[in-house]
């Protein structure tokens, strides 16, 4: 479970970090103008940004037992965090705590390479421990909203995140420059790029609001944006993924050429990806409006906390994980 990264890894992370050295310079330089306020706000999401760089790069290192640490950690913070939104009734506790249980166990089955089981175990385990605790408890008033929610939390938050630490079980992501590695950074490069990107350009080419995806569940997600994002990561994907991965030289689907497969593979999963994390960002944006905040947590500040930070992982990290198994059959 702990061996010695690719040399190559080590290069990734620099790069990472020479990235967000000029991201910082260029916060700085944009925010030299702006009030007293919003550069608080601004820098304290910069030093959030660089704690998560270096907790996934000190992850990445410790290979399939850093990243499932970190995450197993993150989804029980988000489970934590979800049970206090939808406001859980005294009675749950039981179930809240065979929650963490079930977090846990499934984070063992991919450090023990449990592929075939991890695939099952926490949608079967959840609907059946949820439903026979919260039974237990004879108590019918608010059981489907504590029922429902907490199945959403765990499926989301538990389920949905672990998918980016099984890539380092998942057969097709064993091979590659970087390993396993280099696939969870490709997943999690296109991700936070959609994400940043379209909030960037929402900003700069939506400011007008007219043409809204989701006005109610989330005002600032505009049309502008979605696209935008989506063709950064259409460009960004095909020139990282032969550093990271080696998606598009095995053999695909479709019957397309071997000439055209490195391009073909990545744009399709810029397309499932920026797809899958904007459903990702707005479904936990439905759960937050429901429940009153407007975030999860004040645990990482200028960002929120864990849910809004892991929100549209919960969508694209089990639908690249299974888009690799479809495609390299």
């Known amino acids: 479970m702990v061996t010695s990264p690719p040399p190559g890894l080590y290069w990734a992370i620099a790069l990472l970090m020479a990235s967000l050295v000029l991201g ?3 916060r700085a330089v944009a925010l030299r103008n702006a009030d007293a306020a919003r550069r608080r706000q601004r820098f304290a999401s910069l030093r959030t940004w660089w704690m998560l760089a270096i907790s996934v790069s000190a992850a990445l290192l410790a290979g399939r037992l850093g990243i499932s640490l970190l995450l197993c950690a993150a989804s029980a913070i988000a489970w934590f965090e979800i049970t ?3 406001g859980a009734r005294p009675q749950d506790s039981r ?3 065979a929650g963490f249980l079930l977090i ?3 984070y063992l089955l991919i450090l023990t390479g449990q592929l075939a089981l991890f695939n099952v175990f926490l949608p079967l385990a959840s609907m059946f421990t949820l439903a026979i605790l919260l039974l237990l408890m004879d108590e019918p008033e608010g059981y489907i909203r504590s029922g429902g929610g907490l199945l959403w939390g765990l499926l989301f938050l538990g389920f949905g995140v672990s998918h980016a630490a099984a890539l380092f079980i998942l057969p097709a992501s064993s091979s590659g420059p970087l390993g396993p590695a280099g696939w969870f950074l490709f997943l999690v490069i296109l991700t936070e790029t959609d994400d940043i990107f379209q909030a960037i350009i929402g900003r700069l080419f939506g400011g007008h609001k007219r043409h809204r995806i989701a006005p109610v569940i989330s005002p600032n997600k505009t049309w502008e944006g979605f696209c935008g994002g989506l063709l950064v990561i259409a460009i ?3 020139l990282i993924a032969p550093w990271l991965t080696n998606l598009g030289q095995q053999p695909g689907r479709f019957g397309v050429s071997e000439s055209l497969q490195p391009v073909v593979a990545p744009l399709l999963v810029a397309l499932l990806i920026s797809a899958a994390g904007f459903f990702g960002d707005i479904n936990m944006s439905a759960i937050k409006r429901d429940s009153g905040v407007k975030d999860s947590s004040k645990l990482l500040p200028g960002m929120g906390g864990v849910i809004d930070r892991v929100d549209s992982l919960t969508m694209t990290a089990p639908v690249f994980f299974y888009f ?5 059959v």
Request: glycine share 4%.
């Open 84 to 86: 206090r939104m939808y």
């Open 236 to 238: 960004l994907a095909p």
């Open 95 to 97: 179930a809240i705590g």
């Open 104 to 106: 846990v166990i499934n």
């Open 324 to 328: 690799l198994l479809w495609w390299t």
């Open 24 to 26: 910082s310079i260029a």
